[in-house]
């Protein structure tokens, strides 16, 4: 069967960095996103992954490794607004995403 | 960047009636549309794949006969919910992927909430 595994839940301190991993297995790989939702709304597009390494985006960064089945996404002087669910979504050899069931991050002052 | 716009944002019907949400991509055209469906506390599930000019593809578990999915054009997907009931109460959202784009952002609509009385 197709399984995204990501933490239910996580806290960090405003200003800090943290790292919300998630790993993966599916059938066939047509890349890796990354969305942030916050509660009542649509998801938002943080980040895509198709290659292995590290793609950086200002404060947010994804990093995805093929062979490990494995991408985490990095979060770099914390805000407030910066409180939501992060979800990570691979799509697979039909191009169907299939859905982690999302990482809730509570940041604290 | 490129919008998706669902309608309506919000509805409330009696049990028993349909209800149609549109999804229109904006200013891109899309021959793939994704429906999705996210209940309390849970993650979206994808319900159908909607194929512009052919049958949508149903998830597992979807009744293809209570979920009408029609894709129409290339800027137009709608999610017909026949016969609701409250159990289908639910926020549906929309997704496209821009057909110039080779395996690019998923652009998603701002959902619909459905609640049925």
């Known amino acids: 069967g197709q399984n995204i595994d990501q933490p239910t839940e996580m806290t960090a301190t405003e200003g800090a960095i943290v790292q919300i991993n998630c790993t993966y297995q599916t059938s066939g790989f047509n890349g890796l996103f990354w969305y942030q939702q916050h509660a009542g709304e649509a998801p938002t597009f943080l980040s895509y992954n198709v290659l292995d390494g590290l793609e950086e985006k200002g404060r947010f960064s994804s990093f995805l490794s093929r062979s490990k089945g494995y991408s985490y996404l990095l979060l770099k002087e914390l805000q407030m607004k910066d409180s939501a669910s992060y979800l990570c979504a691979v799509v697979d050899s039909n191009y169907q995403l299939i859905w982690g069931a999302g990482t809730k991050l509570i940041i604290k002052p | ?117």
């Open chain 2, 1 to 117: 960047g490129a919008v998706v716009s669902q309608h309506p944002s919000w509805v409330i019907c009696k049990s028993g009636t349909s209800v149609k949400i549109e999804c229109r991509s904006l200013d891109f055209q899309a021959t793939t549309m994704f429906w999705y469906r996210q209940f309390p506390k849970q993650s979206l599930m994808l319900m159908a794949t909607s194929n512009e000019g052919s049958k949508a593809t149903y998830e597992q578990g979807v009744e293809k006969d209570k979920f009408l999915i029609n894709h129409a054009s290339l800027t137009l997907s709608t999610l017909t919910v026949t016969s609701a009931h409250p159990e289908d109460s639910s926020f549906y959202i929309c997704s496209a992927r821009d057909l110039e784009e080779e395996a690019g952002e998923l652009f998603f609509g701002e959902g619909s909430r459905l609640t049925v009385l």
